[in-house]
């Protein structure tokens, strides 16, 4: 018989995936470190989540991330 899960227990989809932050460094080509004062900063805005001591990134904020971050010339960029 399969176990159904409610709703609070669902398994993520690939974009609520949480990463840590090596995983996530490695997937924007930054250095933990960048992470890290980004985080202090908020200069970036790349959302995070604080359980406990852990950081963790999700998968699809990142993605958005990187979106933004998308320009056609250096002067869209301002």
């Known amino acids: 018989m399969k176990k159904l899960y409610p709703a609070s227990t ?15 460094a490695a997937m924007i080509n930054v250095t933990e470190k960048t992470l890290a004062n980004w985080r202090v900063s908020g200069v970036m805005g790349l959302p995070f989540f604080k359980l406990g001591r852990a950081v963790r990134y999700r998968r699809g904020d990142v993605i958005s991330f990187l979106n933004r971050q998308r ?4 002067s869209s960029a301002a």
């Open 10 to 24: 669902a398994v993520l989809a690939n974009d609520d995936h949480l990463m840590t932050p090596r995983e996530t």
């Open 71 to 74: 320009h056609t010339s250096t």
